[in-house]
């Protein structure tokens, strides 16, 4: 069973940043892609940023030039860069990991930007 572990987030102000990183039970060259979701209370899961395993990327309109998503080969993770945080982008942030038309999750971490 994949297993992903997300850490990196926490508390901080509007304008500041945070790195997320996600830990890969097995090595992330065996992905067809993984990425980063967020979900806010009431709502569905959100797909903010995506890398392909031919290191294509992909972001949700509201974080382009703000976020980057990269990943270390070395480590089999997945970061998550995100600067210029704004209050909206405030919620459980996920990891993600696709093969095969199956998704693997992380628990998430919460994220938090005070205004």
């Known amino acids: 069973q994949v297993q992903l572990v997300e850490s990196g987030g926490g508390l901080v102000q509007a304008g500041g940043s945070l790195r997320l990183s996600c830990a890969a039970s097995e090595s992330i060259s065996s992905f067809d892609a993984m990425g980063w979701y967020r979900q806010a209370p009431g709502n569905g899961r959100e797909l903010v940023a995506t890398i392909f395993s031919d290191g294509t990327t992909r972001y949700v309109n509201s974080v382009k030039g703000r976020f980057t998503i990269s990943r270390d080969y070395t480590k089999n993770t997945v970061h998550l860069q995100m600067n210029s945080l704004k209050p909206e982008d405030t919620t459980v942030y996920y990891c993600?990991?696709?093969?095969?038309?199956?998704?693997?999750w992380g628990q998430g971490t919460q994220v938090t930007v005070s205004s």
């Open positions: 993600n990991a696709a093969r095969r038309f199956r998704n693997y």
